[in-house]
């Protein structure tokens, strides 16, 4: 059972333009986190949202957690290639579990 | 300090063999999991453990057996390899299991393909 669907699945943008990855579940979820993958490589952390309506800043990039808690949003500004990689949300449940969503593949042109 | 590291890298197998996916974690983490990754599909949990002697089902068990006899260590056995068992498995690791927050640390995959 697939439980997150993140949207767009890929998104092929020019260096400079900002985007935006949507992360929506009919479920509540204790926290959401979202990773960042490379090729041939595993999925790094790039941060935890916990409250309802947390917004959390990593440099360039704002991380946003829904105020019922089923879903997140990721916005880059001012994309640069090293942004390229797939991007994954993953929802913690209240038993702890971790679910994955489907990801989305971002190519950052220069 | 390694981190998480899975071995090997890739294998191919025919259909029936059965083989066994090694993972190790220097942390001295509680939780280990196996995810596999299909396109489309993210990451699926497989089975997880939260600590030496415990281990359970996630999303996707079939065909899969682990076990956990120390804490470093957490194998994926594939008891007789399928053509839909192609994917990419990840093995993870976290300090701790029960709360929200905790980070998980993956290694670098295995490529596995079945004939």
């Known amino acids: 059972t697939q439980l997150l669907e993140q949207s767009p699945q890929f998104l092929s943008i020019q260096e400079g333009e900002n985007l935006t990855v949507y992360c929506n579940s009919s479920s509540v979820f204790s926290s959401l986190q979202w990773y960042r993958q490379e090729p041939g490589e595993g999925p790094v952390l790039l941060v935890t949202v916990v409250t309802g309506g947390e917004v959390k800043k990593l440099k360039r990039l704002t991380f946003q957690f829904g105020d019922a808690r089923k879903d997140s949003s990721l916005h880059i500004t001012a994309a640069q290639t090293g942004d390229t990689g797939l991007y994954l949300c993953?929802?913690?449940?209240?038993?702890?579990?971790?679910?994955f969503g489907t990801g989305t593949s971002l190519t950052v042109i220069p | 300090n390694a981190g998480v590291t899975q071995t090997p890298k890739f294998q191919v197998l025919k259909t029936g063999q059965s083989m066994t996916l090694q993972c190790a974690q220097d942390?001295?983490?509680?939780?280990m999991s196996w995810y596999r990754q299909d396109p489309g599909m993210g990451l699926r949990l497989i089975h997880y453990s939260v600590g030496a002697g415990i281990t359970d089902q996630g999303e996707v068990p079939n065909g899969y057996n682990v076990s956990r006899s120390t804490t470093e260590d957490f194998p994926l056995r594939l008891l007789s390899a399928a053509p839909s068992q192609t994917s990419v498995y990840f093995c993870?690791?976290?300090?701790?299991?029960?709360?929200?927050?905790?980070?998980?640390?993956f290694g670098p995959g295995t490529r596995l393909l079945v004939l």
């Open positions: 993870a690791s976290s300090y701790s299991w029960g709360t929200s927050q905790e980070t998980q640390y």
């Open positions: 993953a929802g913690v449940d209240t038993g702890n579990q971790f679910y």
């Open positions: 942390m001295n983490h509680e939780y």
